[in-house]
């Protein structure tokens, strides 16, 4: 059940990207999935994050997760 509600999220954030869409949740899979691919380096990443502390604590999150 865990690994299908990551797997949506993740789906869900490719689409948003792929569709032009802004970001529209915090979920670590979901930002995954919408910054992946960006040529534009971390640059374009920060863009998204509105202070450099949020994209250090989701950075954070996200490297622990993808450890386990």
Known sequence: MLGHSRAAHYQEGLRDRD?????RKKNSD???????DRPGGLDV???YF???EEYIH??????????I
């Not at 989701?58 to 450890?67: Q, R």
Request: no cysteine; aromatic share 10%; net charge positive.
């Open 19 to 23: 569709a032009g869409k802004l970001p």
């Open 58 to 67: 989701w950075k954070l999150n996200h490297s622990k997760s993808s450890s």
């Open 50 to 52: 509105p202070t450099i």
């Open 30 to 36: 979901y930002l995954e999935a919408y910054l992946s």
């Open 45 to 47: 990443v920060m863009d």
